[in-house]
């Protein structure tokens, strides 16, 4: 069946798929035939995506990315890929006075520097194969938006953002794109918990999106796929907002 | 097999389909399994267009979507849809103390008014399904960059971009959503139709200003199109994909 958008016969190392964009990414990775190698911190939940991937020769590192050592390792075992698209992250509200640089390290280490390390591991260690692309999830906020006490995100998700752009630049020349996609609120476990907003509000806030709904990790994972497949092929350094129309208004 | 991307059930009409982007994108909608409605000026190259069709089930309506009266009638005719993709254009290279308001008119006429104009009676026909995506080639230019001479392409293309998010805003409600692409130099007769605005040793150094180091070709744009249309992107709209091998890094 013609499908350019399948990524039969790719490789793709899927970052924080123990939960959410993560999993449903490395979920859908698997159904369009690509063999899927995916990272962690908790490998109960790294084998519960696994069994609800589609067969294949999938693989699971347990490995917390904010430490170097457990990076270096990792990054030695894993095999050439054609993919890699990064979903760690975390979330905290925290008001700009309240700031503190324990809170600022913990937010940035992870959704930042960890990722950006992980990158340039694998480009050092050649572990892309000519035409590869890379996917980061940043966000609307930091880039497009932000939100009360959003300081800690915005400024990780700025952060990652900026740098997909210098690295979609930089790895032009060896054929590697790099891109981003930008999502809204998404209703994952991770968002749901993070926020201090009851369940009616956060009805409510449902209703400042044009198409009325959140986003479902779906709809991050298959623009994900989208940019890690070959129909997508001359687009790098890009920002894909998938928002539901948030920004709109 | 499973294929979130597919067009399979989904009508789409294609503007511009007698060559270039617009042809790309008729072509692979009927690929990925969607009817097709095609449109364009010339009546040959059309014709030629729905020989390349995959399947059954497609229509050709001719029309000149720069005539309001021919837009009502392309819409008269046309079944209903789920999906209408946007790429009739032109592009002319002239600076601004020679604009002319013919040139201007033919320009902005053919690049906005026409596939607004379009968009408006679909919609006032009630011929978009609900739960339908409207996407508009829109371009670089005008909306993340401009070059030399292309100020009237550039306010045409300007106009799409922000018409698509006016769009986008007030069709949400029906579930339609409206996006744009926005490609760079893609290579088709757009340069060549209109007595060689660019010379191959142009295009050639132009090359050089790409990342990516090459220009694009049409399935580039006509992918990203089939994306937007398909049920793949359902929570994306009023967005501007630039496709553009990293051209507006730089």
């Given at each position: 069946m013609y499908n350019p958008y399948s990524l039969e016969g790719k490789t793709i190392l899927v970052a924080g798929a123990s939960s959410g964009i993560g999993r449903e990414?490395?979920?859908?990775?698997?159904?369009?035939?690509?063999?899927?190698?995916?990272?962690?911190?908790?490998?109960?939940?790294?084998?519960?995506?696994?069994?609800?991937?589609?067969?294949?020769?999938?693989?699971?590192?347990?490995?917390?990315?904010?430490?170097?050592?457990?990076?270096?390792?990792?990054?030695?075992?894993?095999?050439?890929?054609?993919?890699?698209?990064?979903?760690?992250?975390?979330?905290?509200?925290?008001?700009?006075?309240?700031?503190?640089?324990?809170?600022?390290?913990?937010?940035?280490?992870?959704?930042?520097?960890?990722?950006?390390?992980?990158?340039?591991?694998?480009v050092r260690k050649k572990k892309?194969?000519?035409?590869?692309?890379?996917?980061?999830?940043?966000?609307?906020?930091?880039?497009?938006?932000?939100?009360?006490?959003?300081?800690?995100?915005?400024?990780?998700?700025?952060?990652?953002?900026?740098?997909?752009?210098?690295?979609?630049?930089?790895?032009?020349?060896?054929?590697?794109?790099?891109?981003?996609?930008?999502?809204?609120v998404v209703a994952t476990d991770a968002a749901f918990s993070g926020t201090?907003?009851?369940?009616?509000?956060?009805?409510?806030?449902?209703?400042?999106?044009?198409?009325?709904?959140?986003?479902?990790?779906?709809?991050?994972?298959?623009?994900?796929?989208?940019?890690?497949?070959?129909?997508?092929?001359?687009?790098?350094?890009?920002?894909?907002?998938?928002?539901?129309?948030?920004?709109?208004? | 097999m499973y294929n979130p991307y597919s067009l399979h059930g989904k009508t789409i009409l294609v503007t511009g389909a007698s060559s270039g982007i617009g042809q790309s994108v008729a072509i692979e909608c009927s690929k990925m399994g969607a009817s097709v409605v095609i449109t364009g000026r010339n009546q040959d190259r059309l014709q030629e267009t729905f020989g390349m069709l995959e399947g059954s089930g497609h229509v050709q309506i001719p029309a000149d979507l720069s005539n309001y009266s021919e837009i009502q009638k392309l819409v008269?005719?046309?079944?209903?849809?789920?999906?209408?993709?946007?790429?009739?254009?032109?592009?002319?290279i002239i600076p601004v103390k020679f604009i002319s308001s013919e040139t201007l008119e033919e320009i902005v006429g053919t690049n906005a008014f026409g596939p607004i104009l379009l968009t408006q009676t679909l919609i006032r026909k009630k011929k978009i399904n609900s739960n339908g995506s409207i996407v508009f080639t829109s371009s670089l230019s005008g909306v993340y960059c401009v070059h030399y001479g292309e100020s009237m392409y550039a306010a045409s293309k300007g106009a799409v971009s922000g018409f698509a998010k006016g769009a986008a805003l007030e069709l949400a409600a029906q579930g339609i959503r409206v996006n744009c692409v926005n490609p760079s130099i893609i290579q088709t007769n757009i340069f060549k139709n209109e007595g060689d605005i660019i010379s191959d040793e142009q295009m050639q150094e132009k090359i050089q200003n790409y990342p990516l180091k090459r220009?694009?070709?049409?399935?580039?744009?006509?992918?990203?199109?089939?994306?937007?249309?398909?049920?793949?992107?359902?929570?994306?709209?009023?967005?501007?994909?630039?496709?553009?091998?990293?051209?507006?890094?730089i």
């Open positions: 990414l490395a979920i859908e990775c698997s159904k369009l035939g690509a063999l899927v190698h995916i990272i962690g911190r908790n490998s109960d939940k790294l084998s519960e995506t696994i069994s609800l991937m589609n067969e294949g020769k999938h693989e699971f590192h347990v490995c917390d990315i904010t430490n170097d050592e457990e990076l270096d390792m990792l990054v030695d075992k894993l095999p050439v890929l054609d993919g890699f698209a990064n979903c760690v992250g975390v979330a905290k509200v925290m008001l700009m006075k309240f700031l503190n640089k324990k809170a600022l390290n913990e937010i940035i280490e992870t959704n930042a520097v960890a990722p950006i390390s992980l990158m340039q591991k694998l892309f194969s000519k035409k590869s692309s890379v996917v980061f999830t940043s966000s609307l906020s930091g880039v497009y938006t932000v939100h009360y006490g959003d300081a800690l995100n915005a400024t990780s998700k700025g952060a990652i953002n900026a740098f997909a752009k210098s690295a979609a630049l930089d790895l032009a020349a060896q054929g590697i794109r790099v891109n981003c996609v930008n999502p809204g201090s907003l009851t369940k009616e509000e956060m009805e409510a806030k449902q209703q400042y999106f044009p198409l009325k709904r959140f986003g479902q990790p779906k709809d991050i994972a298959l623009a994900i796929i989208y940019l890690l497949s070959d129909a997508s092929t001359w687009i790098t350094g890009v920002n894909m907002p998938i928002d539901g129309g948030y920004t709109l208004l | 008269e005719q046309c079944p209903k849809v789920d999906g209408v993709s946007h790429n009739a254009g032109i592009a002319k220009l694009g070709v049409t399935t580039d744009v006509s992918w990203a199109h089939i994306f937007f249309l398909s049920d793949a992107s359902t929570w994306i709209t009023g967005v501007d994909l630039p496709i553009d091998g990293g051209y507006i890094l």
